[in-house]
């Protein structure tokens, strides 16, 4: 069995596992409190990816909307940040290490998927990517057990990732998890300002942002173009930037957990 080795613990999340559980759990609870009662189960949601001291508090309203979920099989989708590459890449291991614990990949979904344009087996894309490892640990909390199938976005026209996100649409039991963080490097003032104008595009399900805008732009274009042919709406559960949690307001990163609703709910 191939094992895929957790590569940013510590750095990006707790090592510890009581600590990680603890970080985690204290997320959820201070989220799941501002989001109402008897909201359906999302068919996808855009997460950030910093790391925890900086976006977990709003990461946890995205996986809080997840707790009473029913998902047997995660598409975690992020940008490439270490290795440049034209495609898309999956992961040839067999399994996800974090200090929770092992997540099996999808075997099959794997190779079905290898048939698209622009889709390869990339082990390097994925090797010390944190985009989209730090998604793990909250999805293991959430939902206890599932299968995954990572893919690290390089370069590659949004089309080809709606390809891939409409192959396994049809699952019910299929959730889609689009990790991105927003503006970078702005005054706080800025940045909330260009934020905002980011959110307004995605909730208003236009496919039009750019990477200045968001690192994960072309998984968010690829998930609206899709979400809009089958009728789901996007709604804002939470924003803030780095100056709100834990770093200077000089310079500061935008965050956003955005939930995809629609008749094709996951519960």
């Known amino acids: 069995m191939s094992v895929r080795p957790a590569a940013v613990a510590s750095l990006f999340y707790p090592d510890s596992p009581p600590e990680l559980r603890a970080f985690i759990s204290a997320a959820l609870r201070a989220s799941a409190a501002q989001i109402p009662s008897g909201v359906p189960a999302p068919k996808a949601i855009i997460v950030p990816h910093a790391g925890y001291i900086y976006s ?4 946890g309203f995205a996986y809080a909307t997840l707790k009473m979920a029913r998902y047997n099989r ?3 989708l992020g940008p490439a940040h270490r290795v440049p590459f ?6 040839g291991d067999d399994v996800f290490y974090t200090p929770l614990g092992e997540v099996p990949l999808d075997v099959e979904a794997r190779e079905a998927l290898l048939a698209l344009p622009d889709m390869a087996i990339n082990n390097a894309a994925h090797a010390q990517e944190h985009s989209l490892e730090v998604q793990l640990p909250f999805l293991q909390t959430v ?6 199938v990572p893919v690290c976005i390089g370069s590659v026209p ?3 990732v709606a390809r891939l996100i409409e192959s396994l649409w049809g699952d019910k039991n299929t959730l889609f998890v689009i990790s991105s963080d927003l503006s970078h490097y702005h005054s706080y003032d800025e940045a909330r300002a260009l934020d905002r104008l980011s959110i307004d595009t995605i909730l208003a399900m236009r496919d039009e942002l750019n990477h200045e805008q968001a690192c994960g732009a072309t998984g968010i274009n690829a998930l609206l173009s899709v979400s809009g042919r089958h009728g789901l709406t996007a709604q804002l559960l939470d924003y803030r930037n780095s100056g709100d949690t834990a770093g200077d307001k000089g310079r500061v990163v935008g965050y956003a957990s955005i939930a995809f609703y629609g008749q094709e709910k996951s519960s």
């Open 158 to 160: 949004p089309d080809a």
């Open 86 to 91: 034209y495609g898309m890449a999956l992961s």
């Open 143 to 148: 939902l206890g057990d599932f299968s995954l």
């Open 56 to 59: 977990g508090p709003t990461a």
């Open 74 to 76: 995660v598409v975690l």
